[in-house]
């Protein structure tokens, strides 16, 4: 069973940077893209980026491009995102999915609040 | 970037009904879509893939149609634990935009 645990709720002041983490279970972590998307209060989703968990090539929204970093830890198959720069805009849910295919999102994580204010 | 366009925003609808959701794209997508359902507090789910294709452990009251630019979900014998939020998300290309979703709420 496909099974993606985030790492808990950040608090943040304006300018300063989160990481979040994505442990994953249950299958070949390698095999398979992660993606990463939010989602702000009463807002629709939104697609950051991925990592190819087995070259980690990383693709980032243009929005977001040199703002955001994706990697991995293979032997932990654990994926991790950085946000930099944040504003109280960047205030959302975290979330990691798999993804089949292009952004077939099958199996996410549970989400992760980062909270931005001052 | 592809715009995805939901409508309606919001419904209500009893146990027992038949709801349909339909989901624009703003160019050819041919079948590269998707749905999601989310309850509140909770992450999204696949539903469907591929316009029509159920996902494993899906109910088949939940079907999917359309290709091109205008999709559909269609929800046969609503169950109370089918109100939530609706969303349809392309994988054509990158980036692979969400619409913005459609609530089903309960009359």
């Known amino acids: 069973q496909v099974h993606l645990v985030q790492s808990g709720a950040e608090v943040k002041k304006p300018g300063a940077s989160v990481n979040i983490s994505c442990k994953a279970s249950g299958y070949t972590f390698i095999s398979y893209f992660m993606h990463w998307v939010r989602q702000a209060p009463g807002q629709r989703l939104e697609w950051l980026g991925y990592?190819?968990?087995?070259?980690?090539?990383?693709r980032y929204s243009q929005k977001f491009q040199g703002r955001v970093s994706i990697t991995r830890d293979t032997s932990a198959s654990t994926a991790f995102m950085e946000v930099s720069s944040l504003t109280s805009e960047d205030t959302a849910v975290y979330y990691c999915?798999?993804?089949?295919?292009?952004?077939?999102?099958?199996?996410w994580g549970q989400g992760t609040l980062v909270s931005v204010s001052s | 970037d592809i715009q995805m366009t939901q409508s309606p925003s919001s419904l209500s609808a009893s146990v027992g009904d038949r709801v349909t959701i339909t989901c624009r794209a703003s160019?050819?997508?041919?079948?590269?879509l998707n749905w999601y359902q989310q309850k509140p507090g909770r992450a999204p789910k696949l539903l469907i893939y591929a316009a029509s294709s159920l996902e494993s452990g899906v109910p088949s009251r939940f079907t999917g149609s359309g290709s091109g630019t205008d999709f559909t979900l269609t929800i046969n014998n609503l169950q109370p634990e089918d109100f939530a939020t609706y969303y349809c998300?392309?994988?054509?290309?990158?980036?692979?935009?969400f619409g913005q979703g459609t609530k089903v709420e309960i009359k």
């Open positions: 160019q050819s997508i041919t079948k590269y």
């Open positions: 999915a798999r993804a089949r295919g292009v952004a077939t999102l099958d199996s």
């Open positions: 990592i190819n968990a087995g070259n980690g090539n990383t």
């Open positions: 998300q392309h994988s054509a290309t990158l980036p692979a935009t």
